[in-house]
């Protein structure tokens, strides 16, 4: 699923691309994923922020069209056998490809979130001066739940999913089933600290494509930071600090990678 470095690439690569443009027509056949998309045509795309795992785009006339990559999705240049929805633009047509499709769009009144929940709740975004350690100490220490679960609650930081929790507790040095209670103050900022890091990496690389190539930049072009992995999804490899193999576990559902040496 697109984390938050591959939501950040896509929108740094769709913005010079947008903005100041029209959009003519949202087209697809499908209004139970794609709400309310008639409210586009003819909106000029004023801008493109994220929030989390959300695109938001700002359309003249106080209109946002909201998009959620969901597991599969994904802007492209070109059509793809996986296009489930366009955007017309006066230069040409910008495809959303989803294979899965667990992607959603909604055309709203900007900051209108009624119909997505999750938006309205999204905690911090970790790379931004509202990400401070002290508040993330705290939401860590008032819950019995493990810290990988707590990483991707979203509501301690926004954006983060399964490969970027299981990198920064590596780098932290911290089990992600170790319950968030225990964590100690000096411990919870060396999450913290490793976290921001991981983030800030991955989005300077353009994100991670795994071997099923799912997520691409819009032009096409993969991300590298899979290039940098340490434990995602390389269960029975060395680990890089001590050789150990890597081993794999289920925290909240989700498998999980982690060091039980390194992260013991």
Known sequence: MPELPEVETTRRRLLPLLKGKPLLEVRHQDPSRYRHTERASGRR????????????????????????????????????????????????????????????????????????????????????????????????????????????????????????????????????????KEVSEAEALRLFQALRAVLAEAVALGGSTLSDRTYQQPDGLPGSFQERHAVYRRAGLPCPRCGTPIARGVVAGRGTHFCPRCQG
Do not use: C
Not at 149 to 162: E, F, H, K, S
């Open 45 to 180: 795309v004023e801008g493109i922020a994220r929030r989390g795992k959300f695109l938001l785009f700002g359309l003249s006339g106080g209109l946002e069209m909201v998009v959620h990559l969901g597991m599969t999705g994904g802007f492209r240049l070109e059509r793809t056998p996986h296009t489930r929805a366009e955007l017309l633009l006066e230069e040409g047509v910008l495809h959303f490809h989803d294979p899965r499709r667990f992607g959603r769009l909604w055309v709203v009144q900007e900051g209108d979130y009624r119909e997505i929940p999750l938006l309205k709740r999204l905690g911090p975004e970790p790379l931004s001066e509202d990400f401070r350690p002290e508040p993330f100490l705290t939401g860590l220490r008032r819950s019995q739940k493990p810290l990988k679960a707590l990483l991707l609650d979203q509501t301690l930081a926004a954006g983060v999913g399964n490969i970027y929790a299981d990198e920064a507790l590596f780098r932290a040095g911290l089990s992600p089933f170790r319950p968030g």
